[in-house]
């Protein structure tokens, strides 16, 4: 029985530092935000490597850096939605302390072209379009591009052949830094309950396998029922 019960105390003391444990590992994912126009998300650690502007208000995921860049990842694997990872110089976006609900624009476009793959064909008739995942604009000289994605292949195409990108501005970080209404202190306080009930519960468990395992103390033999004090043998 005390082979049972043994490792369900240590279970009980284990499971509270797992859980702890794996909330840290969900909290150190950590984003930058993008609060200015023109923030360019490099193909390298070199200016002149740039893929496309991200959208100013939104955020990227920071993976790593060097001296000067922030390596990065923006968007995420989901449906017709891929991954883009790249560079942003460190100056240029700000970290934050907390995970946005809606870190990334998720928005399409509609592109038009010919028949023969042209972009702003002459005959409307020979004309077709076409629904692609809008990353950001890049800027060639005067012209304008769009960096895209369609079916998992990535290109530019002249902003003139496409629709204008009218995407909403992202306000979570405006509402996350609104001025404090004792969500904090709550918050904290809940954690200090964690730590209290955590600790309670360690404590429990040691003494338990205290009293389980402890030495027993020697029975004393009883009298022999017949033994008479004032018999002389």
Do not use: W
């Not at 990842?73 to 302390?97: H, N, Q």
């Not at 998720?106 to 010919?114: L, Q, R």
């Not at 005067?142 to 306000?171: H, I, L, Q, W």
């Not at 830094?177 to 306080?189: E, R, V």
């Amino acid at each position: 029985m005390k082979k049972l019960i043994f490792p369900l105390l240590l279970a009980m003391l284990l499971i509270p530092f797992a859980a702890a444990r794996t909330a840290y590992a969900d909290d150190t994912q950590s984003y930058a935000r993008i609060e200015s126009e023109g923030v360019y998300l490099y193909g390298s650690p070199d200016e002149s490597d740039g893929l496309f502007t991200l959208p100013r208000t939104y955020f990227v995921q920071i993976l790593g850096e060097t001296a000067q860049f922030y390596y990065v990842s923006y968007l995420t694997d989901r449906s017709d939605y891929k991954a883009v990872k790249g560079y942003c110089k460190k100056t240029e976006i700000v970290p934050v302390d907390y995970t946005p609900v809606t870190p990334f624009l998720e928005y399409k476009i509609t592109v038009t072209y010919s028949v023969d793959g042209s972009f702003l064909p002459d005959d409307p008739l020979s004309t077709f379009t076409a629904e692609v995942v809008y990353y950001g604009e890049f800027n060639f000289g005067t012209s304008v591009y769009y960096y895209v994605n369609r079916d998992g292949a990535f290109g530019y195409v002249p902003a003139k052949s496409c629709s204008k990108p009218e995407y909403p501005v992202n306000t979570e970080h405006t509402e996350v830094n609104k001025p404090d209404t004792g969500q904090g202190t709550i918050s904290a306080q809940g954690n200090a309950v964690r730590i209290v009930l955590i600790c309670t519960l360690a404590v429990f468990a040691v003494g338990a396998v205290y009293f389980l395992f402890r030495p027993q103390k020697t029975a004393k033999k009883p009298r022999d029922p017949f033994y008479d004090e004032n018999e002389n043998y």
